[in-house]
């Protein structure tokens, strides 16, 4: 049940933010929808949760990271990726040891079981990008790749 919205006092004047012409939140949109996609898939068939699967993916692409290190590569809250390596690691899908060079500080890498499933999942999530690309042609795709390097700038 919806709650009526109050009238505006006299002589004061909103200005609603019109979410679907908003560019952060169309981008949400378009990503929540994407990776939703994607991850209906994988759900079925391994029990990963979408922080889950982009944890595995960023150690299966950079080597002995720490979760600071995988929360940074990420931007995911800390407490998310600290959860999701948690399931991860208990699930045998991550190994979790120390660094050789700093006994102070750990490190995360794909058990064998957690590269099985990531050769599978990875090239899942490939088709999918691909047919969203497929969506537009070869300037559009160039363009798109600039103007996301650009907005990403910090």
Request: aromatic share 6%.
């Amino acid at each position: 049940m919806s709650i009526p919205r109050k009238a505006t006092p006299p002589g004061i004047k909103h200005a609603p933010l019109e979410l679907e012409h908003f560019l952060p939140y169309r981008l949400s949109i378009l990503s929540n929808t994407v990776s939703q996609g994607i991850a209906d898939d994988y759900q079925r068939l391994y029990d990963l949760s979408m922080t889950e699967w982009r944890v595995m993916a960023v150690l299966a692409r950079f080597e002995g990271l720490s979760a600071r290190e995988v929360a940074d590569r990420t931007a995911m809250d800390k407490v998310a990726v600290s959860r999701a390596l948690a399931r991860l690691v208990e699930a045998g899908r991550v190994s979790r040891h120390m660094a050789d060079n700093d006994k102070r500080r750990s490190v995360l890498d794909l058990t064998e079981e957690g590269w099985a499933i990531h050769d599978v999942v990875a090239p899942m999530a490939r088709a999918r990008e691909q047919a969203l690309l497929d969506k537009l042609d070869e300037d559009e795709r160039r363009w798109l790749v600039r103007i996301l390097d650009k907005l990403q700038e910090r």
